[in-house]
């Protein structure tokens, strides 16, 4: 999820809009992978839904800010692919990764 959510804003907008801010893309990801919309690759998980919270805006800052693209964002964070995951007590449920 996190490597679609990167990838899928393929350029840097040139000018931000006030509603950049307040995206919210809520992409399902079935365990067999899905079409269009969002193109999600198979995998062993199970199905999910990953929520990507203002990419256009995250993007931006990876690129102007730090000088960072996307390929060594990815490697920054997940190389090695140990995650540390817990369940949030909320009332939600939700998984967490750090």
């Not at 992978?33 to 256009?56: C, E, I, N, V």
């Not at 997940?78 to 995951?85: P, R, S, T, Y």
Request: charged residues 25%; positive net charge.
């Amino acid at each position: 999820a996190l490597r679609w959510s990167i990838m899928r804003v393929t350029s840097v907008p040139s000018k931000l809009r006030g509603g950049d801010f307040n995206e919210c893309i809520d992409a399902h990801f079935p365990e067999k992978g899905s079409g269009s919309p969002y193109h999600t690759p198979a995998h062993r998980l199970g199905d999910f839904t990953f929520k990507d919270y203002g990419p256009k805006i995250f993007k931006r800052i990876r690129a102007e800010l730090s000088g960072v693209n996307e390929l060594e964002y990815l490697e920054m964070i997940a190389h090695n692919q140990k995650f540390l995951e817990f369940i949030s007590n909320s009332r939600s449920g939700a998984f967490f990764f750090f």
